[in-house]
Nanobody
Framework: QVQLVESGGGVVQPGGSLRLSCVAS????????MDWYRQAPGKQRELVAR???????TYADAVRGRFTISRDNAARTVYLQMNSLKPEDTAVYYC??????????????WGQGTQVTVSS
């Protein structure tokens, strides 16, 4: 099994910044993709950003140019640097990974979520 622990959420004023972190642990042979999703009240969970095993990244149109995803493979950690935050960025942010176990099975794992609130 894989455990994901997120940190870094909080309350920030519009235009401010936050940095989210997510550490993976457990039976992991390789981490394939690492993602951040978010879910606002009354809305579906949506992909915010994704980083592959290399340097390839994907961003939702709503955050491109403001958010940056990065990963530290040695630390099994993915980060989301969020700048120029807007009230519409308010949501619970979830870390997600696709990993390969030592026995070769594929695993899809979610963190518990961290609240980000952008409000004046």
């Amino acid at each position: 099994q894989v455990q994901l622990v997120e940190s870094g959420g909080g309350v920030v004023q519009p235009g401010g910044s936050l940095r989210l972190s997510c550490v993976a642990s457990g039976l992991i042979f390789a981490i394939n993709t690492m993602d951040w999703y978010r879910q606002a009240p009354g809305k579906q969970r949506e992909l915010v950003a994704r980083v592959g095993n290399g340097v390839a990244t994907t961003y939702a149109d709503a955050v491109r140019g403001r958010f940056t995803i990065s990963r530290d493979n040695a630390a099994r950690t993915v980060y989301l640097q969020m700048n120029s935050l807007k009230p519409e960025d308010t949501a619970v942010y979830y870390c997600h990974t696709d990993t390969t176990s030592p026995l070769g099975s594929l695993q899809s794992s979610w963190g518990q979520g961290t609240q980000v609130t952008v409000s004046s």
